[in-house]
């Protein structure tokens, strides 16, 4: 079966400072695997994705992530951390049969300070 | 732009109750989520559909039910509420394969008192 894992659940950087949060990942095949941030009392919202190729992809906000097959990871970083980017981030993976499940992570709670 | 439109931000139901919670999308997606998001826990698939008609169970489907008659519209039922079952819920939709992200409604906060 598959599953995601985000190891920490907290993250606290400084803002102008480099930021990763965690992710790994368990699947059969190859997997999808994308990004998303919510915001307080807010939705999800989509931050990138992973399907296929270059292993570093990049999204909103000035976010990337980098894809490694051998470890089963794909982080979510930025170069130079902002205070609005503080929020909750989830990491999830889709099954490649049709209509296959969109499991998420426990979720990554970023704190930025001034 | 997608959206996702669940019924309620709010609800406060009895135990025992039946409830009912409802999404509605307006992209002509074909796949439709409901997950329940609980602290420390993250988001957890209680049910998905592919199609009108269709269902599967995710991770959690215990003391839920859903309903898909149209597709725009995936209906979420507790059939008997606990309190266990108090939670935030989110729905979500996205295109038929699965290279597509999910686009997600503002959730609704349910308590079963």
């Known amino acids: 079966a598959q599953s995601v894992a985000q190891p920490e659940d907290q993250v606290n950087v400084a803002e102008g400072n480099p930021l990763t949060v965690k992710c790994t990942y368990s699947?059969?095949?190859?997997?999808?695997l994308f990004w998303y941030v919510q915001y307080p009392n807010r939705g999800l919202q989509f931050l990138l994705k992973y399907i296929t190729g270059d292993n570093l992809v990049k999204g909103s906000y000035g976010f990337e992530a980098e894809f490694n097959k051998s470890q089963t990871s794909f982080h979510l970083k930025k170069p130079s951390a902002l205070v609005s980017d503080s929020a909750l981030y989830f990491c999830?993976?889709?099954?490649?049969?049709?209509?296959?499940?969109?499991?998420f992570g426990q979720g990554t709670e970023l704190s930025v300070k001034p | 732009d997608v959206k996702v439109t669940q019924s309620s931000r709010y609800l406060v139901k009895r135990t025992g109750e039946k409830v009912f919670l409802e999404c509605v999308q307006d992209?002509?997606?074909?796949?439709m989520f409901w997950y329940r998001q609980d602290p420390g826990l993250g988001l957890r698939l209680i049910y998905f559909s592919y199609d009108v008609k269709m269902k599967e169970k995710g991770d959690i489907p215990e003391g839920y039910s859903v309903s898909r008659e149209k597709k725009e519209r995936f209906s979420l039922i507790l059939e008997s509420a606990s309190t266990n079952q108090t939670s935030m819920y989110l729905c979500?939709?996205?295109?038929?394969?699965?290279?597509?992200?999910?686009?997600f409604g503002q959730g609704t906060r349910l308590t079963v008192v």
């Open positions: 979500a939709s996205s295109l038929g394969t699965n290279i597509n992200e999910a686009f």
């Open positions: 699947v059969s095949g190859n997997p999808y």
């Open positions: 999830a993976v889709r099954e490649l049969n049709q209509g296959g499940k969109l499991i």
């Open positions: 992209m002509d997606h074909e796949n």
